[in-house]
């Protein structure tokens, strides 16, 4: 048993076994995250549940660290909160769910141990497009429903601009012609992209303004496959509610759809067609729940927040020359294949970018700097 996850009576009271009687499966998650002690699926006779450790003392880099500010996007607690307050399950109704909470331990050492059911169902990773557009339809509904009324002290505020803001890595070689020249960029990265990913980093305050201004919701903040699960149509189960806070309308949309394809869940050729149809289901979600706001600004929340990858497209041209690591340091990715697919993936988050600097000005908004 490994020693974080130690916990012998938690185990006798989840599992009504002993603990060396218990296996322990290590999950993959975000080694990096100072947040996360680890995460497990932890099986005793004829029972399972994943265990979950949070802490505060976890040696990280800078970028992940974890914060004692509740407002901060990497709250240390936060996931505990919201599990406890039963907020992650304020979409049921709308057929999103959390996985029920067993158990929310405070351990001696300062950590808190969640003790979670096993979710059910088939991973995001492998769903058909028409699932995912499904899942687009049932978020608009459950964040046309909700709204904006939660503001508990320990939601996440502005996770946009923090989290973005942190990620730095590589920043100078968008303007560095050598690092444009390398093989895998020179093969991958569509014509004009530079200059589209240049403009965008050089736009950058000005995205994060246009989306801290338009009208908010409860977010999750870290929508992509991997933190899906679903039985079949109508019902899904939301995994990971750490960074959950303040968002704009569009925001987890505009999450959910390019991670599909930067981590290889969805081809990139099929971006363009899901991104609309999601679109659609989005907005149809939102008008059932009753949400009669202006549908612009929803579609300037999602194309403006293309901002959240201006990190990107820096970060792969530093690492160009690295072995592609999976998620979770599960294996590795054929450099070829990441580099061909985020490539054509960004070209489209460039058209999103371009598509908000022409709508921006119409709801009011000032012109971005770039003039385009």
């Keep these: 048993m490994p020693e974080v996850a130690a916990a012998h009576a938690e185990v006798r009271e989840i599992l009504g076994v002993p603990a060396e009687k218990a296996v322990f499966e290590p999950l993959t998650h975000n080694p990096s995250n100072g947040v996360t002690a680890g995460v497990w699926r932890v099986t005793g006779g004829d029972r399972s549940a994943v265990l979950k450790v949070l802490t505060r003392t976890k040696e990280t880099g800078v970028a992940w660290s974890a914060s004692n500010d509740p407002r901060h996007w990497n709250f240390w607690r936060r996931e505990a909160y919201v599990y406890r307050s039963g907020l992650a399950q304020v979409w049921q109704r709308h057929g999103i769910r959390a996985p029920r909470l067993l158990e929310c331990a405070e351990r001696p050492d300062g950590d808190v141990a969640l003790w979670l059911e096993e979710a059910p169902g088939e991973p995001a990773t492998t769903w058909s497009l028409t699932r995912h557009i499904d899942h687009a339809h049932r978020l608009g509904a459950a964040q046309g429903a909700v709204g904006a009324g939660e503001d508990a002290p320990w939601l996440s505020q502005g996770f946009l601009r923090d989290y973005t803001s942190g990620k730095t890595t590589g920043q100078a070689l968008l303007d560095d012609d050598e690092a444009w020249q390398h093989p895998l960029i020179r093969r991958h ?31 999750h903040l870290d929508q992509w496959p991997a933190n899906v699960r679903s039985d079949g149509p109508g019902d899904g189960v939301l995994l990971d509610w750490a960074f959950t806070g303040d968002g704009a309308l569009g925001e987890d949309l505009g999450n959910y759809l390019p991670d599909c394809v930067f981590d290889l869940f969805v081809p990139a050729a099929d971006l363009p067609g ?10 149809h979600g939102l008008r059932e729940s009753g949400w009669r706001g202006d549908e612009h600004l929803v579609r300037l929340g ?22 592609q690591v999976a998620y979770g340091g599960q294996g590795t990715v054929p450099a070829e294949l990441r580099y061909r697919e985020r490539g054509l993936a960004l070209a489209y988050l460039a058209e999103w970018a371009a598509e908000a600097r022409l709508l921006a000005p119409r709801l009011g908004f000032p012109e971005a700097p770039s003039g385009r």
């Design 189 to 219: 990265f569509p014509p004009g992209l530079r200059e589209d990913m240049v403009r965008l980093h050089h736009d950058r305050e000005w995205f994060l303004t246009v989306m801290e201004s338009l009208p908010r919701t409860l977010c």
């Design 274 to 283: 899901l991104a609309k149809a999601a679109y659609d289901a989005y907005v």
């Design 302 to 323: 999602v194309c403006a927040s293309a901002v959240k990858y201006d990190w990107l497209t820096a970060l792969m041209l530093a690492r160009a020359d690295e072995e």
